[in-house]
């Protein structure tokens, strides 16, 4: 397994770069921690939005609304291949009713974090318009609406953004349970 070394306080420590069935690597931990963030962007931002309205803090965070979104739906895709990969050495969720409950929660976390983003970029190539993300310009646009692309997200991109935000706190209500409730070693194998 590659890994590397580095001195921390006298000793030398290693860094596991892949899954290995008792604990995540480093690239899965911090494709984790990196979406964590990003969606806590995203939904602070919505939040933003519903409480103060129209402001310029509001355009501000609005503004990186759809770019974030790219980001999230490219490592959620990284981060599928890279889950791919480690299939064999991925920790398990343990079985009975809590590994299956784990098992199926993960998925449809997955799931959404892939679909939310997924419906919007089909909105936003059926709209025409162009797309530009933190300048670089993805879709050149200058086509007439397609509806068939912008119905889906118009329909549900929103919805399934505040159901996705529903199993992020799912999903942190079962980090507490295991770390004060049932006092196991889950929340290790992500944290490091």
Do not use: C
């Amino acid at each position: 397994m590659f890994e590397i070394r580095f001195q921390r306080r006298g000793r030398f420590m290693a860094t596991q770069w892949r899954d290995d069935g008792f604990r995540y690597g480093a690239v899965t931990r911090g494709l984790h921690w990196v979406m964590a963030l990003l969606l806590a962007w995203q939904f602070a931002g919505m939040a933003v939005k519903e409480i103060v309205g129209k402001a310029p803090i509001t355009a501000f965070w609005v503004g990186t609304h759809k770019g974030i979104g790219v980001i999230l739906l490219t490592l959620i895709v990284v981060r599928a291949l890279w889950g791919l990969y480690n299939m064999k050495t991925r920790p398990a969720h343990g079985g009975g009713f809590w590994g299956l409950a784990a098992k199926l929660g993960h998925l449809a976390l997955y799931a959404l974090i892939l679909i939310v983003p997924a419906l919007a970029l089909l909105r936003q190539y059926g709209s025409g318009k162009p797309l530009d993300v933190f300048g670089v310009r993805l879709i050149e646009g200058g086509w007439a609406e397609v509806p068939w692309m912008t119905a889906p997200a118009n329909a549900a991109h929103g919805l399934l953004a505040w159901l996705l935000l529903a199993a992020i706190a799912g999903h942190i209500l079962m980090v507490l349970v295991h770390r004060f409730i049932w006092k196991d070693d889950t929340v290790g194998r992500m944290v490091g």
